[in-house]
């Protein structure tokens, strides 16, 4: 399963050279969500993310997912 990747937003805001207000604006999301989610206070939903490539449009959305271990099945346990 993938997981959302608050230091992946945090990278590439950083790379693009915009602030966090720059990035709110062009996703036209409120800065407050963004901080939160920024800071890994708030899981992002689906409007955010499909916002994401207004903010950045040359990254991939699963660029901003990263993997989870699997959950290995216990002997025993169905």
Known sequence: MNRFSPSRLRAALLRSGMNQAE??????????ALSRILRGLRSPN???IA???QGFPN???DYFFESSPSVEEHPGRN
Do not use: N, Q, T
């Open 23 to 32: 990035l709110a604006r062009k996703m036209g999301v409120s800065r407050g």
């Open 46 to 48: 689906s409007r955010f």
């Open 51 to 53: 916002a994401l490539k």
């Open 59 to 61: 990254l991939p959305l």
